[in-house]
């Protein structure tokens, strides 16, 4: 059991590039996330999924997409990277019923700079 | 939607002494309240959780305690141990509908003294 696997660890873009972050999780969680944390602060909401085809925007969704073909899969896009979303982004997972907790597990980060 | 205010925002106590972190939330429809710690580089761990129907939990030396009438919730940790110290994060969501992502607090980077 892997958990939530995240790639890459580390990446440097330029301003205007864009790139994909993998997350794939193995504990067939119907729920699954991204954050991110900015140094020194809390993790913020980009987009989640409540299942495979359903997703929805967080709290700063702005320069950000998703999709969630698969139950495992979760990929974040950053189109046209700008100096703001430098971050570190984290995936995260959970199984979750009504009447349930919400125990989430977090990947352990993506770190990425625009420059 | 939901905002958690937490603090303090540093936190130095001495070994073996005890340490209080608090939240407050504003949302009073949640109801499922997990703190996490985060070591440097690291990522967030869940190290205790509290559902609204329970007033407090404990596990080992740390507790949670919720106050739902005032809409806060505390950490505790007693017998505070160097390997303590770290950032902790209080956060709440509703769980039994709608989307269940956590909201976070800003968090709280607690030093322990040898």
């Known amino acids: 059991n892997a958990g939530v696997t995240q790639t890459p660890k580390f990446r440097i873009l330029k301003i205007g590039q864009s790139m994909t972050l993998q997350c794939t999780q193995d504990?067939?969680?119907?729920?699954m996330y991204w954050y991110r944390q900015d140094p020194g602060m809390g993790l913020k909401l980009i987009y989640y999924s409540v299942g495979a085809g359903i997703t929805d925007k967080g709290e700063v969704p702005n320069g950000y997409n998703v999709s969630r073909s698969t139950t495992e899969d979760f990929p974040l896009r950053l189109e046209l990277a700008a100096p703001s979303q430098t971050s570190v982004y984290f995936c995260?997972?959970?199984?979750?019923?009504?009447?349930?907790?919400?125990?989430?597990?977090f990947g352990e980060g993506s770190w990425l700079t625009v420059v | 939607g939901e905002n958690v205010e937490q603090h303090p925002s540093t936190l130095s106590v001495q070994e073996g002494d005890s340490a209080v972190i608090k939240c407050t939330y504003s949302?009073?429809?949640?109801?499922?309240f997990p703190w996490y710690k985060q070591e440097l580089g690291k990522r967030p761990q869940l190290i205790i959780d509290?559902?609204?129907?329970?007033g407090e939990k404990k596990d080992q030396r740390i507790a949670v305690t919720l106050n739902k009438t005032a809409k806060h919730f505390s950490l505790h940790i007693t017998e505070t141990q160097p390997e303590d110290s770290a950032v902790y994060f209080c956060a709440a969501s509703e769980v039994d509908t709608g989307r269940r992502a956590l909201t976070f607090g800003s968090g709280t980077r607690l030093q322990v003294q040898p």
């Open positions: 504990m067939n969680h119907n729920y």
């Open positions: 995260a997972s959970s199984y979750s019923t009504a009447g349930s907790g919400n125990t989430i597990y």
């Open positions: 949302d009073s429809a949640s109801n499922y």
């Open positions: 509290i559902r609204s129907n329970v």
